[in-house]
């Protein structure tokens, strides 16, 4: 299928533009009707805001901030939003485009959506990351709603600042309304479990990936970029749950590497006191923080950012399997390279939706105001999370390709069939 030009369309910039690669090998594949393509190519709604925050010592500062709806035709939109110095429309696009087909691989009833504003977190002080929190969710809400648009935490928002987002509507409305965000506090309408779910939904696939592949999980040596949320909650749901050995993590800080198996608990201990990062821990060596990805080890799992693997390194890359718990941490060039190496990657839209199938929990909790406890999230989190491996999985076989593309051709299928069923109004 061609890249539709028509009105001019321009791609947001080179992660869009690969983000539209993936889609359209997939597409090509599965023969996919090219008016659906052509409109599944493109974001519905892209919101740009510009608002300004009272900083402490009085100064006004002027701060940009972005929210992009992909898809609706399967439901409201589901998406975290991020705080980042470099957030960008193409990253934000990008992450809303990936979010439509993590929803449809999951069957979930929504699209896809993803906000993001420029700004370095550590710069503010609490109630400066308040009154920013506030106001830009106060910007984009005629885009959000229970019934229309759901964000969530991702990279450097949590709970604290979707309980502000939430209170912020709430009180712009008139009423308290939970179902506005997840990822909030337990005690104000959040799920429990919610936190550890994305790292918790990487593990279940891992675990996954080894019984396809015939090993058994608790002789795999792993290395994990990123030791955030995802990062860490994935090292130690692995390692204590599933027995796996995590012998290699990097952060912002640079990396660690402990033959015999790094202990998470103390790991993480070791962070929260060290500001966050991993850097001096003394029970393991140091060393180079992209030399993480090209260590001798079975799993690789990126869970940092964008663009961690590129043509640059996936030459020197020695795992077998890449678990992409990250949003697109590798780019279509390395992973050409990858697939030619007979890597086995499993793509972040089927490997990263544990904290989406726990938000849309949370959603419905809030929705029927009922709460489940964490053993019926957990159990029907590795349900759902291993339903949704082995349907892409036998996609993969069927169509003799690749998980990231056989992903594609499962969701593109359920979102093409919810956009042809209703229809191109008007007619
Ligand atoms: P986070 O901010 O909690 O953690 C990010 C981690 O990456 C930190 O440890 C940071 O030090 C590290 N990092 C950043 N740049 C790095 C670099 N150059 N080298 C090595 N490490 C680096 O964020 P998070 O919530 O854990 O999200 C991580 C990734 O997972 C993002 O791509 C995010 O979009 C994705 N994701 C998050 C969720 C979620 O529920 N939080 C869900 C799905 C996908």
Redesign the pocket.
Request: net charge negative; no cysteine.
């Given at each position: 299928m061609k890249l539709s030009t028509a009105g001019n369309l321009e791609p947001f910039g080179p992660t869009y533009e690969n983000a539209q690669k993936q889609f359209l090998k997939a597409a090509d594949i599965m023969e996919l009707d090219p008016n659906i393509g052509n409109l599944l190519l493109w974001p519905q709604r892209v919101l740009e805001v510009h608002f300004p925050v009272v900083m402490d010592d009085g100064r006004v500062e002027i701060f940009k901030g972005y929210r992009v709806h992909h898809n609706t035709a399967k439901g409201p939109a589901k998406g975290?939003i991020?705080y980042h110095p470099d957030t960008n429309l193409d990253e934000v696009a990008s992450?809303a485009f990936w979010m439509t087909w993590?929803c449809a691989i999951l069957n979930l009833p929504y699209g896809g959506g993803k906000g993001g504003v420029r700004v370095d977190v550590t710069k503010l002080s609490e109630k400066e990351l308040e009154r920013l929190s506030r106001r830009f969710f106060s910007e984009i809400q005629m885009m959000v709603g229970p019934q229309k648009d759901i964000p969530?935490?991702?990279?450097?928002?949590?709970a604290k600042i979707m309980a502000w987002y939430m209170d912020t509507y709430s009180m712009n409305v008139g009423y308290t309304a939970l179902g506005v965000v997840t990822?909030k506090p337990v005690d104000l309408g959040g799920s429990e479990g919610?936190?550890e779910?994305?790292?918790r939904g990487v593990s279940i696939i891992t675990n996954e990936v080894c019984k396809v592949i015939d090993k058994d999980i608790k002789k795999t040596r792993i290395a994990i970029?990123?030791?955030?949320?995802?990062?860490?909650?994935t090292a130690k749901i692995l390692n204590e749950d599933y027995g796996a050995k995590i012998v290699a993590i990097?952060?912002?800080?640079?990396?660690i590497y402990n033959e015999d198996g790094i202990d998470i608990k103390d790991l993480i201990a070791y962070?929260d006191s060290n500001k966050?990062?991993?850097k001096g821990y003394p029970k393991a060596k140091s060393i180079p923080?992209?030399e993480?990805l090209e260590l001798d080890v079975d799993i690789l799992i990126?869970?940092?950012?964008?663009n961690?693997i590129t043509e640059k390194n996936a030459k020197n890359i020695k795992a077998k399997v890449i678990v992409e718990?990250?949003?697109?941490?590798t780019t279509p060039e390395a992973e050409d390279i990858l697939l030619n190496k007979g890597v086995l990657i499993v793509p972040?839209i089927l490997a990263?939706?544990?904290?989406?199938t726990v938000?849309y929990f949370e959603w419905v909790q809030d929705l029927q105001v009922f709460f489940w406890d964490i053993d019926e999230i957990r159990s029907r989190l590795t349900k759902m999370m291993v339903k949704a491996f082995n349907e892409v999985y036998k996609t993969k076989e069927k169509y003799n390709t690749d998980m990231r593309t056989a992903a594609y051709i499962l969701s593109i299928s359920r979102v093409a069939s919810a956009v042809k069923q209703r229809g191109y109004y008007p007619m």
């Open positions: 975290g991020r992450l993590k969530a935490p991702d990279v450097n928002t949590n990822g919610r936190t779910a994305t790292g970029q990123g030791f955030g949320n995802v990062g860490s909650y990097a952060d912002i800080s640079g990396g962070r966050g990062l991993i923080a992209e993480v990126p869970a940092a950012l964008e961690a718990a990250a949003n697109g941490p972040d990263n939706v544990g904290g989406v938000s």
